[in-house]
């Protein structure tokens, strides 16, 4: 029997912080507040270091198949190791779409040989395959993009909407942006070459009308909803009167970017749903802070910085995020912005709570021991050329951050340790309680 001792970490529990040493075995949680002198196969020595849950990312797309130039699941797993994201659940639109059981099953396949970090994968609802999404399991739920999509994966009939939220019992997660309203604005605009014009293009307006039709399905249906990456005043203050069924997430550059941010960094913060003004920033963060928002998620979605440097609208939506983001909200605690405690909730405890993740989000005897060790007093700077994502950029560059992960576990294995990932298919297809 493999196990580890965790020695003298400061442990951010779901009562609150203290010091405590944890006891793994064979991948999971085996005791806290264990004497610092019980025998253990290996001991991870981290005073003056916090141990959190490892990172739940909701909202990744990690381009795999198909799409494999901009990031496969190995790249984008040794990103998510660095970042401390020891799981994520990605959406459907690969090449091909996965929108049948069957491709479902050919990803989780492709995963298991492939992943450093935990996996699930979204099934995509279509137009046409209710009987698909009516037959899926090992699945985290459905994503509709409701807008800013193309193909078999835009569902945009009310008809079609009714019918996956009333006949399916998966929970529902989607892409909010009224598709009627981006080609009325898109049109108005045309010849519009500046990379700002996404912005009135996918404007507040196309946000908060496709939020409020998929919220008044969902309640109807009496049907589990969480709302993508909410990007508008307009949004939070609308959310703030919904019912249990209802939750609803935030993204790092709809939090730490605003359209005053386009001169500076252009297409490279061109994104579906688009950066709204400084103020629609603020009330994202204010929606957060105050309980509106549960769920901090990237919407990770690489592209070649070839493929974004062209002029707009050629340009396609899309930014890296995962080996960032927990250090731009580790950040955040350094400047006394929200709490360590506010961070776990958001990164951890809230994914695995909406989606009904088994044994995971947080430090409790029986979990999954995927955990992440932070110094919440080292500055390092994101730097492209550093970057394991494998587009080799980020819209952070140049950026210096307090408050980094040091050594991430993976079912109690370490899959990152002082800048090295180690190598090796230690992720596991993630489980759901229904």
Not at 20 to 28: A, C, E, M, P, V
Not at 128 to 146: S, V, Y
Not at 260 to 278: A, E, V
Not at 281 to 304: F, I, K, N, R, S
Request: hydrophobic content about 40%; proline content about 5%.
């Amino acid at each position: 029997m493999t196990t580890t001792l965790i020695r003298g970490a400061q442990v951010v529990f779901p009562e609150g912080v203290r010091a405590s040493n944890i006891l793994l075995s064979d991948g999971r949680i085996a005791a806290v507040d264990v004497t610092a002198a019980v025998e253990a196969s290996e001991v991870i020595e981290a005073a003056g270091l916090h141990l959190l849950p490892g990172v739940i990312d909701d909202q990744v797309h990690f381009r795999e198949p198909g799409l494999t130039h901009k990031e496969d699941l190995l790249t984008a797993t040794r990103a998510c190791a660095k970042g401390g994201v020891t799981s994520f659940l990605e959406m459907p639109n690969t090449k091909p779409t996965t929108t049948t059981v069957a491709a479902l099953h050919e990803k989780l396949e492709l995963a298991a040989s492939k992943c450093i970090v935990n996996f699930g994968f979204y099934i995509g609802a279509t137009p046409t395959n209710l009987e698909e999404l009516q037959r899926a399991e090992r699945t985290p739920g459905i994503k509709i993009f409701i807008g800013s999509s193309t193909g078999d994966l835009l569902v945009d009939d009310q008809q079609a909407l009714e019918r996956i939220f009333g006949e399916t019992s998966l929970p529902i997660c989607a892409h909010c942006e009224d598709e009627a309203t981006v080609r009325a604005n898109a049109a108005a605009i045309q010849g519009g070459r500046d990379y700002a014009d996404h912005s009135r293009v996918r404007d507040n307006r196309a946000a908060i009308i496709a939020t409020r039709r998929a919220v008044d399905l969902a309640e109807r249906h009496r049907h589990q909803f969480h709302v993508l990456h909410v990007s508008t005043a307009e949004e939070v203050a609308f959310l703030r009167d919904t019912s249990e069924l209802i939750s609803a997430e935030a993204c790092p550059h709809h939090l730490f970017f605003s359209t005053d941010d386009y001169p500076r960094l252009g297409s490279l913060i061109q994104m579906n749903p688009s950066i709204k003004s400084p103020a629609d920033t603020q009330a994202v963060w204010q929606g957060l802070l105050d309980g509106t928002l549960e769920v901090v998620a990237t919407d990770h979605a690489p592209h070649t910085l070839e493929e974004k440097q062209q002029p707009y609208p050629k340009s396609p939506s899309g930014l890296p995020a995962v080996e960032n983001s927990l250090a731009l909200l580790l950040h955040q605690v350094s400047l006394g912005r929200c709490t360590l405690s506010q961070v776990v909730s958001w990164m951890c405890e809230a994914p695995a709570r909406v989606w009904k993740l088994k044994n995971k989000g947080a430090i409790r005897v029986g979990y999954d021991a995927d955990l992440v060790l932070v110094d919440l007093k080292r500055t390092e700077t994101i730097l492209n050329d550093r970057q394991l994502t494998k587009c080799g950029w980020s819209p952070w560059h140049g950026t210096s951050l307090t408050g980094w992960p040091v050594r991430t576990l993976v079912h109690g294995k370490t899959v990152y340790q002082d800048g090295q990932v180690l190598d090796g298919a230690t992720g596991r297809e993630i489980e759901f309680q229904r």
